[in-house]
């Protein structure tokens, strides 16, 4: 049985958040992507295709290459379920700095 990725297990690898912000600006190569880490080249592989599993990445051939290209809906899916954790913060450190600007400075 294979087991299924979890998108937000894909994005916990910083090799794999780094490839997603080298896509962000263009669609590259594998080879290309790889050229731009000190690792292994079937190691950048794996991490493509643990990217397209959870399809944050699309490969599209071109010739003999194949181009890989941020999936922006799925990014936005992401975007949309973090969105209102990153509101309820900004409320508390909103809060927060109220609190402490109440409070006299020590000088």
Known sequence: ???????FQAISDPTRRAILILLATQSLTAGSIASNFDTARPTVSKHLQILTECRLVNQEQQGREILYHLNADKIKEIEDFI???RRLW???FNKLEQVMKSYPSKK
């Open 83 to 85: 969105e209102p954790f």
């Open 90 to 92: 900004d409320e508390r």
């Open 1 to 7: 049985m294979k087991s299924r990725r979890d998108v």
